[in-house]
Every structure is written in C-alpha cells, then in structure tokens.
C-alpha cells in the first residue's frame, strides 16, 4: 500500500469532516432565535456538536469505504485507479452531501425536524411540492451558489489528487507481514470509526436524543444518517381516516367531554380523592414517598408460585405478594421488552407493525409525552444491567424525561455477566448504593433481563443455592408448568432471588419505609403445555401478555387482591392518581379505579387490548373477564367466550351475541388505529 493513498484520504476525511462540522455550526446559529434557550447549557451544545461530529465520521468512512479499499487493493497489485473515477465519485459525494443539507435546512425552516425519510410523502404530490418549493424559498438563487460550493469542492478535490503518488513501489515496506499487519491495523481503525464508541452496541441515532431540548438534538443529528436511520419508517403507519372514524369509540372509552371534536385526545386528568388503595392520604408536610417500578424481565404469570406452579420458581416474590396489593389479572400490550417498556413510558400500546422492532427504535416517534415528568419533586433514574442503547432505548428516555439520570453497564463495578451486562443480583445492589444517598424523593426504573437466553448466572451468587431436579417427578413437572429446561428454571429461580436480595438490603435502609415498590414482567412467554395456564388463554395465546403486578408498601397499603382487569399502560396514570396530581393527557392509560370507566359498577370489568405484533395480517384483540374479540386489518370480526369450561369446543359466538362482537370489535379497531396516530401525535 502506497502511503500517499493514505495520506491523501486523511486529508479528504478531514476535509469532509470540516465541511460538516461547518455546516453544522451554521445550523446552530441560524436556528438559535427559535430555540428555547433558556433550557440548555454550554455543555449541552458542546456535548451536542461531540455526538453530530461522530455521526459525521461513521457518514464519512462509510461513503469513502469503497473508494478507499479499491484504490487501495489496485495499488497493492501494482494497478492505478484512474483519478478520473476517484474525482468523479468524490463530486457525486460532495453533490449528496449538500442536496440533502440544502433539503435540510428548508425542512427545518418549516417543520423544526431535521430531514428523515418522510421527505419522500412529497412525491406523492410531486406537482405540488414542486410549487411549494417554489414560492417559499429562494429557488434560483439557491441552485447558482449550489453550482459555485461544488465548483469550489472540485477544485480543491482536484488539486489533492494531483499530490496521488502514481508510483507503483510499496513505499511502506516490500514485506508482505508488515503489510498484512497494516491492513489489519486499517480495517479495524476504520471499524472503529463506524462503530461510534467503546461500547457492546455501536453508537446509534438514540444518542443524539441525549436532552428534552429539541434544539439540542437536533444540532447533535446529521441529517443524511437520519434519513437511512428512518428509512424502514419512511411511511407513517397510521390512518388518519380510520382514526377519525372510531373517534366516537375513543372518545366513550376516554370519556372524552362530549364537545371534543377530532383529532382532540388532549384532556386534563384528575386525581381520585381519597384514592382506594391507600391506607391513608399522604401528609403534605412530609417528602413525598419514593416510587421504584422494577421491570422483571419475561415474568409469565405461569411460571410463578402467585399461579400456582408447584416447582416454587418464586419464592421471595410469593412472599412480597402476601404483603402487597396482588392483580391477578394483569397484561401488557404487546409481548416484547423494548414494546413493553415504550408503552409503560407513554400510555400506548405500541402497535407498529415492523417485525422484530420497535417503536423505541423509530427515530420518526421519539418526541413522546409521559407522565414521569409529572413526579416534579421526583429525581428520575433508569438502571440497566447493559448498555441502553439496546432497543435504542435511551432516546425514549433522555429526549422526554426531564433530567432522568441512566445508570448501564459503564457506570458499574461489577463485572459484565453475558451479553446483557451485569448481573441482576449485581444491578440491585447497584440500585440500592445509589437509593440509600437520596436525599430527595426519587422515581427508578430498574430494568433486570437475566431471565433471557443465554441465562448465564454469575460467579458472585450471594448466598443462592441452585435447587436441582433429579427426581423424575420432578422433571416430570418442569416439562408439565412450561419449563424448557433446568437452566431455565434455575435462572429464573436467581432472578427471583436477586429481587429478595434487594428487599432484604433495602429493608434496612430509611428509604424503605417511604418507597412505592411497582414490580410486573415486561411480558410474557408462549404457554409451553403449562398446565396451569386457563384453557381460554391457551388457545388465544394470552399468557404471551399476562404477567403479575404488584404494589408493594407496607406502611403506605394494606395487602389486597385486586380483580380488576388492568394493563400496563394504566400503571403510571394510577401511579399519578395515587400522589394525587392532575396533568393534561393524550394517551390511553387510565386510572382503572375511576369510577367514570365502569359506570361505578364494580362488577363490570375493564376491557383491555393486547397486540400480537409478529403475527401476519397484524391481529389485535379485546378482552375482558368473559368475552375475547379478536381483529385484523381484514377486518373480520370474531367473538369468543373464552372464559367458558369448554373453550375449545365452544362455536363463536358472534351470530347471538351481534351488538356485543361490534361493540368490542369496534373498540379493538379504534384503540388499535387510535394508536397507530398517538404514537406519532404524543409530543411532550
């Protein structure tokens, strides 16, 4: 390899690099009056510029990666490439990079986002958007200073490939050893560069999202990798005419006021006084109670002892259940972790249908309100055993959560266990360090995934005793209550200690007393011939959506089962309910203890919908404590009575039952397509 090749291609990143750095500083100060900048630091934008300038590297080392290794690889076996193609290709390079910044700044200018694949709805309209173009910006004179910025590139592209040694001598070293090493040496500084960072996840579009000021992160964002990054959700998933045609539906089951027209969710939520589940009201005059919600990874219901498993997968959690507020009837949304998570945070089923992904993931959706930010005195955590740009989770975290801080495996002391960082039982520990030197009321997520293949426990068990099987007997009921194998049951035996571990160290300190424990599973798992599942839920694949839920304070509620029907969007709604705090809301969630939701009958249960994302057409369906009522986007319409003796033998129901299969096929349809439009209309 000849080292003019690279030190010409040095000198191109470089100049790349400059070209982009100053355009985003011109991006900075040309939207700095539209900003709210009382609401960034120095630090911020300094931090902003850090994050955009290796965006700018992995653009860069990408789109020079073909050029660089063939002219590279050519000249290792003697042969110049032309440096007409190189100039060509470098031009056709620089012509990409200001099309889409020129399209950027017109973008913002009139959206306030940067440029995504959206871009491409224009060419629907292509007439149109052409005319738009047209009257509002400076067309003409726009495309001759385009035509001089390329000149002025081709010149100076011009003059470094004149400096292109066309010798054929290895100049580097005539050793083919030294040369392979430098080859190695090459690759993998250029790896690096694309990969980001130091980290078991490369860096990702989430990062730029490191601050609730848009102004900030959008500065952070380089806008050709934001239209790559958006590009698998380049078309907005939802229906604005199906939206807007079960409004009526939505606005019964919200108890919308009846003067709301469409697209208004927008409505102010307040408290119920005195809420049910507390011993007494809070004293105003004492720090508010502390909330830790603990996310167990895959906590099927089935498989715990609060089900009836026999095997006693759960110990201590059986145990917190007897001294907590226990719902048995319990679903998420949608079974998958980073799903899950997006609707605990936002209040919406996450019901985007890209297989294998998410809605955490979907650039196009990060701007989300939540109401975590309405626990004002609270300081928010986030603890994760691994790195939070799993799922690109931390997006959904820091770009609406304000001032949240994330602990992730970097942060920790302890070891990294498998793929997914730290232990569990090290992540408690981890927690509890962190919690015991709160000074102030604080809100934590604790995210744990060692229930999650390869299910490695960790050399440093405490005090935890694998339980084997060897009796047949045994092994005969871990194949009969859905265990695939030993390890698994072993695994989540650990994860359950783990959570006892922490109450156990956590009982000892001052918060204890004053803390709100939330603990449920991010979802569920397929039934696996347990028999402890109901044979209704069996055969329409319920238990993939339903985990416990508990609500564990001993000095703040009395141990109580809970019968209501509950899913995990309305978690934080009655959370907020309970503190006693009224906020403005656009999402499903709902504090299912409102009377206004079940015309103050107790006996009438709430109706909850479940998403089975990785099914094809997209299903969805409503259930309640009788009736399951299953859709598609085909639009047929079922009804079971899935609660029956006999489920399986039980005919549909739908052709006695009419009023009842439209009335909940309706809801199935609008909170499923209302959905689709929350995700992309629930900016904070």
């Not at 793929?419 to 744990?448: C, R």
């Amino acid at each position: 390899m000849n080292s003019t090749i690279i030190r010409f291609y040095l000198a191109i990143i470089a100049f790349l690099l400059i070209t982009l750095t100053v355009n985003r500083i011109i991006f900075a100060l040309l939207y700095y009056n539209i900003s709210n900048t009382n609401s960034f630091t120095v630090n911020d934008i300094f931090f902003a510029f850090y994050i955009g300038f290796k965006f700018d590297l992995r653009f860069i080392l990408i789109s020079l990666a073909p050029i660089f290794f063939l002219t590279a690889i050519l000249k290792q076996i003697k042969i110049n490439l032309p440096t007409k193609i190189i100039r060509i290709y470098l031009n056709l390079l620089c012509f990409l990079i200001f099309i889409f910044y020129g399209f950027d700044y017109g973008h913002y200018s009139y959206l306030q986002s940067r440029l995504s694949s959206t871009v491409l709805q224009m060419l629907e309209n292509l007439q149109t958007s052409m005319q738009m173009i047209w009257q509002t910006y400076p067309v003409i004179p726009s495309c001759i200073g385009f035509i001089f910025i390329l000149w002025i590139f081709d010149y100076i592209i011009k003059r470094l490939l004149q400096n292109l040694s066309t010798n054929t001598n290895l100049s580097i070293s005539k050793f083919k050893y030294k040369i392979i090493l430098l080859w190695i040496f090459i690759v993998l500084i250029w790896s690096a560069g694309i990969w980001g960072k130091i980290s078991y996840y490369p860096l990702r579009w989430g990062e730029a999202y490191f601050t609730t000021n848009k102004y900030i992160s959008s500065i952070a964002l380089n806008p050709i990798m934001n239209f790559f990054d958006s590009w698998v959700y380049r078309e907005q998933e939802y229906d604005i005419n199906l939206t807007k045609k079960y409004y009526p539906v939505m606005q019964n089951y919200l108890k919308l006021d009846t003067d709301f027209t469409f697209p208004n969710f927008k409505r102010t939520i307040k408290p119920v006084i005195p809420h049910p589940l507390l011993k007494k009201p809070f004293n105003s005059n004492s720090p508010a109670p502390n909330v830790v919600v603990i996310i167990v990874e895959s906590l099927v219901a089935y498989k715990t002892g609060m089900f009836n498993n026999p095997l006693g997968p759960t110990p201590y959690l059986d145990r917190i259940q007897k001294q907590a507020i226990f719902f048995p009837h319990f679903y998420v949304p949608s079974q998958a972790t980073a799903r899950s998570v997006f609707a605990f945070i936002t209040g919406i089923p996450d019901v985007t249908a890209h297989l294998d992904t998410s809605s955490t993931r979907n650039p196009l959706v990060v701007d989300q309100n939540t109401i975590l930010n309405e626990f004002k005195e609270h300081q928010k955590f986030y603890f994760l055993g691994g790195d939070a740009n799993w799922g690109s989770i931390r997006g959904l975290l820091t770009n609406n959560i304000s001032d949240i801080r994330i602990f992730e495996e970097k942060d920790y002391s302890f070891p990294r266990n498998d793929v997914w960082g730290i232990s569990d039982y090290h992540l408690f520990l981890e927690a509890n360090k962190v919690f015991k030197k709160e000074q102030k009321p604080f809100m934590a997520i604790v995210q744990t995934s060692g229930f999650h293949r390869p299910l490695t426990l960790p050399k440093d068990r405490g005090d935890f005793k694998l339980k084997h099987l060897n009796s047949n007997e045994q092994k005969r009921l871990l194949k009969e209550y859905g265990f695939e194998s030993e390890d698994e049951y072993q695994s989540l035996l650990f994860q359950d200690y783990s959570i006892g571990n922490f109450f156990k160290q956590a009982s000892k300190e001052k918060y204890f007393d004053n803390t709100i424990f939330v603990i449920f599973g991010d979802h569920g798992l397929p039934v696996n011939g347990a028999k402890n599942v109901p044979a209704g839920e069996r055969i329409h694949d319920l238990e993939n959506f339903h985990v416990p839920l508990l609500f564990y304070a001993p000095k703040i509620f009395d141990p109580q089962i809970i019968k209501k029907y509950v899913s995990e969007i309305d978690v934080l709604p009655i959370l907020a309910s309970i503190f006693g705090i009224t906020y403005s809301y656009q999402a499903l969630g709902r504090d299912i203890f409102d009377g206004r939701y079940n015309n103050n009958n107790a006996d009438e249960a709430n109706k909850l919908f479940v998403y089975y994302w990785y099914m094809r057409p997209s299903r969805y369906a409503i259930f309640d404590n009788k009736y399951f009522a299953p859709a598609n986007t085909l639009g047929k319409k079922e009804l079971f009575i899935y609660t029956s003796k006999r489920p399986g033998a039980d005919e549909s129901p739908e052709d006695i039952y009419k009023e009842k299969t439209i009335e909940l096929n309706d809801l199935a349809n609008g909170i499923y397509n209302t959905s689709k439009y929350m995700m992309y209309h629930n900016k904070k």
